[in-house]
């Protein structure tokens, strides 16, 4: 197929800028819908479309277009692809399972090759299946244990337990290193995989061999699966005429949540706000804006950098409904990508203190790319930074007050970060 009939034959998509944590996946759903935007990029697509597109992907048996010619000006250097299929023929021929090596398998471990080529964990090929898991973490109804993972130092890592989850209800907490699951060692495994072999049907389970700092040795999680349903903005008025607002998720329902829970909070006219962003591992990059805007009249809230001639900025959308409100954002290392360009912006605009440990430290940018056979391509297309041109990619945001939460803390439903973040509205 020539590149323009392969171009007219993908389905339009509409593109979302993603700012979340790679390999996001609310641990969930085999069947999920409509994205790291990851975005809701395949929101307004045609589901029929769509779903032949999938079941073409999975059934399909031919390669095509096996010997065709690079086009003009595409390769730099002298590329010979004889060995690809020297390679492609030779594990046909002597693998010792061969006859389980099917050639979409082969395929679509080529492409994830290429991606991974770029060196940068964020850029990721996904095949059909996980692309549609990957496109509906954000719709907010899964099957799953409710957690987030990514790669950190090599090891599979939970990034963020969701808060009365299955996975948070078994006791794994942010940082926690994931040393086998079901028994089988995740050395080498890509954050794709793992969440594979992770995610489930509600009501089965999967046991996850946990180290974390403090324990003395690996110790086993059984997890039941269970039907995964996140508002991702929640709302309390304490007694204290503290009001808190929790963001989870920069998900589809963020921004009309956020809206409705800044109203609420002029409406109540509380002594003080906390906004609690511990374990939210982003999303949407306008979401991100849009939050930071209750806070921020006027300036730029992000700064994305594409080349260093090439950058946009995104300014403030002016609401600034709770600007004059004492505030204090609770961040821990599972808070991420959007929720860190919040935090990132109100401290350097000093709109708010923040309060708990180092972020996460995800400073770049990512689109999806649906391809027409029903999988996609998520790209990090630029650099993200703070209105003080601070890119926080691998260093983190250090909170203005450093509090740990312990696991004995824990154990005890204890939550200094909270008391110190509450500590601190009351002296204002």
Same mark, same amino acid.
């Given at each position: 197929?020539?590149?323009?009939?392969? %171009?007219?034959?993908?389905?339009?998509?509409?593109?979302?800028?993603?700012?979340?944590?790679?390999?996001?996946?609310?641990?969930?759903?085999?069947?999920?819908? %409509?994205?790291?935007?990851?975005?809701?990029?395949? %929101?307004?697509?045609?589901?029929?479309?769509?779903?032949?597109?999938?079941?073409?992907? +999975?059934?399909?048996?031919?390669?095509?277009?096996?010997?065709?010619?690079?086009?003009?000006?595409?390769?730099?250097?002298?590329?010979?692809?004889?060995?690809?299929? !020297?390679?492609?023929?030779?594990?046909?021929?002597?693998?010792?399972?061969?006859?389980?090596?099917?050639?979409?398998?082969?395929?679509?471990?080529?492409?994830?090759?290429?991606?991974?080529?770029?060196?940068?964990?964020?850029?990721?090929?996904?095949?059909?299946?996980?692309?549609?898991?990957?496109?509906?973490?954000?719709?907010?109804?899964?099957?799953?244990?409710? +957690?987030?993972?990514?790669?950190?130092?090599?090891?599979?890592?939970?990034?963020?337990?969701?808060?009365?989850?299955?996975?948070?209800?078994?006791?794994?907490?942010?940082?926690?290193?994931?040393?086998?699951?079901?028994?089988?060692?995740?050395?080498?495994?890509?954050?794709?995989?793992?969440?594979?072999?992770?995610?489930?049907? *509600?009501?089965?389970?999967?046991?996850?061999?946990?180290?974390?700092?403090?324990?003395?040795?690996?110790?086993?999680?059984?997890?039941?699966?269970?039907?995964?349903?996140?508002?991702?903005?929640?709302?309390?008025?304490?007694?204290?005429?503290?009001?808190?607002?929790?963001?989870?998720?920069?998900?589809?329902?963020?921004?009309?949540?956020?809206?409705?829970?800044?109203?609420?909070?002029?409406?109540?006219?509380?002594?003080?706000?906390?906004?609690?962003?511990?374990?939210?591992?982003?999303?949407?990059?306008?979401?991100?804006?849009?939050?930071?805007?209750?806070?921020?009249?006027?300036?730029? &809230?992000?700064?994305?950098?594409?080349?260093?001639?090439?950058?946009?900025?995104?300014?403030?959308?002016?609401?600034?409904?709770?600007?004059?409100?004492?505030?204090?954002?609770?961040?821990?290392?599972?808070?991420?990508?959007?929720?860190?360009?919040?935090?990132?912006?109100?401290?350097?605009?000093?709109?708010?203190?923040?309060? *708990?440990?180092?972020?996460?430290? !995800?400073?770049?940018?990512?689109?999806?790319?649906?391809?027409?056979? *029903?999988?996609?391509?998520?790209?990090? &297309?630029?650099?993200?930074?703070?209105? !003080?041109?601070?890119?926080?990619?691998?260093?983190?945001?250090?909170?203005?007050?450093? &509090?740990?939460?312990?696991?004995?803390?824990?154990?005890?439903?204890?939550?200094?970060?909270?008391?110190?973040?509450?500590?601190?509205?009351?002296?204002?």
């Amino acid at each position: 197929m020539d590149k323009e009939n392969l %171009a007219a034959a993908a389905p339009a998509v509409k593109k979302r800028k993603i700012i979340k944590i790679t390999g996001l996946i609310l641990l969930a759903l085999v069947l999920m819908s %409509a994205s790291f935007g990851a975005g809701s990029i395949m %929101a307004q697509k045609n589901e029929f479309v769509k779903q032949a597109s999938v079941k073409q992907a +999975a059934y399909a048996g031919q390669v095509y277009n096996k010997y065709v010619t690079a086009p003009n000006n595409k390769l730099t250097q002298d590329v010979d692809f004889n060995l690809f299929w !020297k390679i492609w023929d030779l594990l046909k021929e002597k693998y010792v399972d061969k006859n389980q090596l099917g050639d979409k398998q082969m395929f679509y471990g080529a492409l994830r090759g290429l991606a991974e080529a770029s060196g940068d964990p964020y850029t990721v090929f996904m095949e059909p299946k996980l692309a549609k898991e990957f496109a509906s973490d954000l719709a907010g109804t899964f099957e799953g244990i409710g +957690a987030e993972i990514g790669k950190k130092n090599d090891i599979i890592t939970i990034i963020a337990p969701l808060a009365d989850m299955p996975a948070e209800k078994a006791g794994l907490k942010a940082g926690d290193k994931i040393y086998a699951i079901d028994g089988k060692t995740t050395a080498g495994l890509a954050v794709d995989e793992a969440v594979s072999k992770i995610r489930g049907v *509600g009501g089965t389970q999967v046991t996850l061999t946990i180290v974390r700092d403090g324990f003395d040795q690996a110790k086993d999680f059984t997890i039941t699966r269970g039907v995964i349903v996140v508002k991702s903005v929640r709302t309390l008025m304490r007694d204290d005429k503290i009001f808190v607002i929790t963001i989870t998720n920069f998900n589809d329902d963020t921004s009309g949540l956020f809206k409705a829970a800044a109203r609420k909070a002029v409406e109540l006219n509380p002594g003080g706000i906390i906004l609690d962003l511990r374990n939210d591992p982003g999303g949407y990059l306008e979401t991100a804006i849009d939050v930071a805007s209750e806070w921020i009249d006027k300036g730029v &809230v992000v700064t994305e950098k594409f080349t260093q001639d090439k950058k946009n900025e995104y300014l403030t959308r002016g609401t600034a409904r709770l600007k004059n409100f004492p505030t204090v954002v609770l961040v821990n290392q599972g808070s991420a990508s959007a929720s860190e360009i919040v935090a990132g912006a109100l401290k350097d605009y000093g709109k708010a203190t923040l309060v *708990g440990e180092k972020t996460f430290g !995800k400073g770049s940018v990512q689109t999806l790319e649906e391809l027409q056979d *029903g999988s996609s391509l998520k790209i990090t &297309v630029a650099k993200w930074y703070t209105p !003080k041109d601070v890119n926080i990619n691998a260093q983190g945001i250090m909170p203005d007050v450093e &509090v740990k939460f312990t696991v004995d803390d824990y154990n005890k439903n204890k939550d200094p970060q909270m008391d110190k973040a509450v500590e601190i509205l009351n002296k204002k």
